[in-house]
T-cell receptor, first 114, second 118 residues
Framework: GAVVSQHPSRVICKSGTSVKIECRSL??????MFWYRQFPKQSLMLMAT?????????EQGVEKDKFLINHASLTLSTLTVTSAHPEDSSFYIC??????????FGEGSRLTVL | AQSVAQPEDQVNVAEGNPLTVKCTYS??????LFWYVQYPNRGLQFLLK??????LVKGSYGFEAEFNKSQTSFHLKKPSALVSDSALYFC????????????????FGAGTRLAVHP
């Protein structure tokens, strides 16, 4: 089946630094990708929709200057957490819709900000 | 606005017994409904979906779900639970495809933790 790869799976960084998370659709093209954030024991919160060749669409309450999203190609979207703080520590998951209509998810990236 | 509700935080089942994980939805128009499973520190895996057609949908790993329009429910079921089914289960809904074929975002329920005991 289709595969979405997310990297890194785990990252630890110091407060104030920036962290980039990559999401790749390995065997299909995706003009749209979705970024979710998941807090411990909670559901997935949609952060933004990345669109290839145009600006991302952010959900209400999500700081677009804090969470930079770039959809550089039909197979790659990146999420950069800028000036990370401990409250940004979370599990971030990307997903990409396949042309079959199914949404495939990456394995997630656990960010820990010290 | 589209939404789904999963009324149970956790469901406990003995291995071999049938299991049900509940989901109700609120949508305008015809819903596209999904079930996903998440194992610890992993992404989500697709189990099944309802778009149209037969109300009983069969999915991966022996799971099935029944779409009930009158009760606005889409409960996940399995006739005989396995310990390996223990995981976090999410019900989700999205609008049908956009007029230009674009994919609408998926809205998730709060999740239900399924614990299957030996």
């Amino acid at each position: 089946g289709a595969v979405v790869s997310q990297h890194p799976s785990r990252v630890i960084c110091k407060s104030g630094t920036s962290v980039k998370i990559e999401c790749r659709s390995l065997d299909f093209q995706a003009t749209t990708m979705f970024w979710y954030r998941q807090f411990p024991k909670q559901s997935l919160m949609l952060m933004a929709t990345s669109n290839e060749g145009s600006k991302a669409t952010y959900e209400q309450g999500v700081e677009k200057d804090k969470f930079l999203i770039n959809h550089a190609s039909l197979t790659l979207s990146t999420l950069t957490v800028t000036s990370a703080h401990p409250e940004d520590s979370s599990f971030y998951i990307c997903s990409a819709p396949h042309n079959t209509g199914e949404l495939f998810f990456g394995e997630g990236s656990r960010l820990t900000v010290l | 606005a589209q939404s789904v509700a999963q009324p149970e935080d956790q469901v406990n089942v003995a291995e071999g017994n049938p299991l049900t994980v509940k989901c109700t939805y609120s949508v305008s128009g015809n819903p596209y409904l999904f079930w996903y499973v998440q194992y610890p520190n992993r992404g989500l895996q697709f189990l099944l979906k309802y778009i149209t057609g037969d109300n009983l949908v069969k999915g991966s790993y022996g799971f099935e779900a029944e779409f009930n329009k009158s009760q606005t429910s889409f409960h996940l079921k399995k006739p005989s639970a396995l310990v390996s089914d223990s995981a976090l289960y999410f019900c989700a809904v999205r609008d049908p495809p956009k007029w230009n074929g674009g994919y609408n975002k998926l809205i998730f329920g709060a999740g239900t933790r399924l614990a299957v005991h030996p």
